[in-house]
């Protein structure tokens, strides 16, 4: 049984910083994937995986906020995604997922628009606004 809680969001202008986090109580002693996505309001608007870390650490980064956003997990396997340089594009509700799969798998079946990718909690709204 997975269950994820994220916290950390609310309201930050353009060009600052915010932290995510997310608590996990789930099988970590497994392989397993961790990620962030994100989905913004709207109409039938997909979902945009951020990005995930692994059990052997190894992190991947979407395009869009590589170099700007760190996802990093601590010893209890809590999950952060630390957020600077925010952008207007960046407000949407941000969920924390884990699978127990590769991250390649996560990547591809979010990319589908499949909803058995993984589990996810109720997310944390971002909102950017000066």
């Known amino acids: 049984q997975v269950h994820l809680v994220e916290s950390g969001g609310g309201s930050v202008q353009p060009g600052g910083s915010l932290r995510l986090t997310c608590a996990v109580a789930?099988?970590?002693?497994?392989?397993?994937?961790m990620g962030w996505f994100r989905q913004a309001a709207g109409f039938r608007k997909a979902r945009e995986g951020i990005?995930?870390?692994?059990?052997?650490?190894?992190i991947i980064y979407a395009d869009s906020v590589k170099g700007r956003f760190t996802v990093s997990q601590n010893a209890k396997k809590t999950l952060y995604l630390q957020m600077d340089s925010v952008q207007p594009d960046d407000e949407a509700t941000y969920y924390c997922?884990?699978?127990?799969?590769?991250?390649?798998?996560?990547?591809?079946?979010?990319?589908?628009?499949?909803?058995?990718?993984?589990?996810w909690g109720q997310g944390t709204k971002v909102t950017v606004s000066s």
């Open positions: 990005a995930t870390i692994d059990n052997d650490g190894r």
């Open positions: 997922s884990l699978a127990h799969d590769r991250c390649n798998s996560w990547w591809f079946l979010l990319r589908e628009r499949r909803d058995d990718f993984g589990s």
């Open positions: 789930a099988d970590t002693d497994t392989r397993y994937c």
